[in-house]
């Protein structure tokens, strides 16, 4: 259930048609791992990307990070965040918490 829902929050992130985007990502932790999740977002370039960020991890705050867009928020359990961008350029960028090394990283995906 849990997986058909990321799933399909992938698929209505590549197929929607506007200028603007907003996704929600939410930090989990499984078996001692924490992700935000879905792992892989897609955009298209030249968009203005708003992201939600929720923290779903008991132990407290977690970062967000896209070192190649600027974008860096703390996340507190419980106290949702946005971010905003534009999507100025084309490729394949890393998401990651810059407060954790082992927090498991995810992939930006702008495409033309
Ligand atoms: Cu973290």
């Known amino acids: 259930m849990k997986m058909g829902f ?3 929050s992938m698929i209505l992130s590549v197929s929607a048609f506007s200028a ?3 996704i ?3 930090n989990y932790e499984t078996n001692g791992v ?3 999740l879905p792992g892989t977002i897609i955009v298209k370039k030249g968009e203005e990307v708003e992201i939600t960020l929720i923290n779903n991890v008991p ?3 977690h970062g967000f990070f896209i070192p190649d867009f600027d974008v860096k928020k703390d ?3 419980g106290v949702p965040e946005v971010v905003k961008f534009t999507a100025s350029k084309e490729g394949l960028f890393n998401m990651k918490c810059h407060l954790h ?3 498991v990283g ?3 995906f702008v495409i033309p």
Do not use: I, M, Y
């Open 59 to 61: 132990s407290g705050v």
């Open 20 to 22: 603007s985007r907003s």
């Open 34 to 36: 924490k992700q935000w």
């Open 6 to 8: 990321l799933f399909l």
């Open 101 to 103: 090394p082992k927090h």
């Open 75 to 77: 996340v507190k359990k």
């Open 24 to 26: 929600t990502l939410v």
């Open 106 to 108: 995810g992939q930006l």
